[in-house]
C-alpha cells in the first residue's frame, strides 16, 4: 500500500492545476493506492487554504486506508449502497 504524505506527492511535482491557474492555485489529493487492487481517495485541499497536513493527520488517513484495503467484497458493497463510499471504475477503452 502506498500513501504517501502532501509533502512527497508535491515532490513527485503532479501537479493538481486548473487550466489557466498557476501553481499556488492548485490542489493536493492524498490518495492510497495498491497495485492491481484498489485506490481510495482519502483527502483533498485546496492549496490556497492550507500548506500542508499534519504528520497525525497523514497516520489517520493512513490508518484508514489500511480500513479500506481491509475490507471485504460485503463491506465494500455495503458501504458503496450506504453512499459511505462510491466506486469509479476505470476503463481504458474510454480513453480514446
Known sequence: MAVL??????????????PGQGRSAGFRMLTAYRART???F???FAKSERENIED???A??????RGWFAAN???LARAITDGVVQEVEYDPEEEN
Not at 504524505?5 to 486548473?18: A, F, H, K, M, V
Not at 489517520?60 to 486506508?65: G, K, N, V
Open 73 to 75: 467484497a460485503m463491506a
Open 5 to 18: 504524505s502532501s509533502r512527497e506527492w508535491r515532490d513527485q511535482d503532479r501537479g493538481g492545476r486548473l
Open 42 to 44: 482519502l483527502f483533498g
Open 56 to 58: 497525525d493527520e497523514l
Open 60 to 65: 489517520t488517513l493512513r490508518d484508514i486506508a
Open 38 to 40: 484498489r485506490s481510495v
